[in-house]
């Protein structure tokens, strides 16, 4: 059973689309965290969250906790944003999600 | 300049023998964490050191795998008798837990 389900696995977006990857998670939680992975295999956090929303350049994370889903949308993509997105939940340990991988073509 | 380093960034080990990875250097941080990502699968949490003990870890850090922070900087994660299946990319990061969390480049242990 995964406790930490992301949607979409793969996305492909146009340069310039908006883009929404979405989190559910099923226990409960004192933060949820975002992260980014490069082709290399390096992680990168880009937000910790433990209510509301959060908002870093052209990226926007928001938390539901009622709901327990957070949602991570990148306004404007280009491709440099194609990466693996992984959101991680801070449970009696760290659980993490599968990841989405996002290309987005020029 | 990066928040953790981590040597080697490849490994390649026969089965059986130890292998010792590295974060390097740190230091004035409390909490520092091991994760492994198995090719193609998703980051798994192993274990987490705090204030040089082990205050959580997960089913998957069993009696091979041991952690330390011998000389108050380096954090080392040890493997005593490695297996085919521990091949994977291990990273080091400090915080994480309900702070911002800080990852290594990551070392890719290949097990042969």
């Known amino acids: 059973k995964n406790e930490v389900e992301q949607s979409p696995q793969n996305l492909t977006a146009q340069e310039g689309e908006f883009i929404t990857i979405n989190c559910s998670y099923s226990v409960g939680i004192s933060a949820l965290h975002w992260l980014q992975q490069h082709p290399g295999g390096g992680i990168v956090s880009l937000f910790m969250l433990s209510s509301g929303k959060k908002k870093h350049g052209r990226l926007i994370a928001t938390i539901n906790i009622q709901e327990k889903h957070s949602s991570l949308h990148i306004t404007a993509s280009h491709p440099r944003d194609s990466a693996v997105y992984i959101c991680?939940?801070?449970?009696?340990?760290?659980?993490f999600g599968a990841g989405t991988r996002l290309t987005v073509k020029p | 300049e990066p928040e953790v380093t981590q040597t080697p960034s490849h490994q390649v080990t026969q089965m059986g023998q130890e292998v010792i990875l590295r974060c390097v250097p740190i230091?004035?941080?409390?909490?520092f964490y091991w994760y492994r990502q198995i090719l193609g699968q998703k980051v798994e949490f192993l274990v987490s050191?705090?204030?040089?003990?082990?205050?959580?870890k997960s089913e998957i850090f069993d009696d091979q795998f041991s952690v330390e922070r011998p000389d108050g900087s380096n954090f080392t994660l040890k493997i005593r008798s490695t297996k085919l299946e521990d091949s994977a990319m291990y990273f080091c990061a400090r915080g994480g837990m309900n702070t911002e969390a800080f990852f290594g480049q990551g070392t890719r242990l290949t097990v042969v």
């Open positions: 230091s004035n941080h409390l909490y």
């Open positions: 050191f705090y204030n040089n003990e082990i205050s959580e």
């Open positions: 991680a939940v801070r449970s009696n340990d760290m659980r």
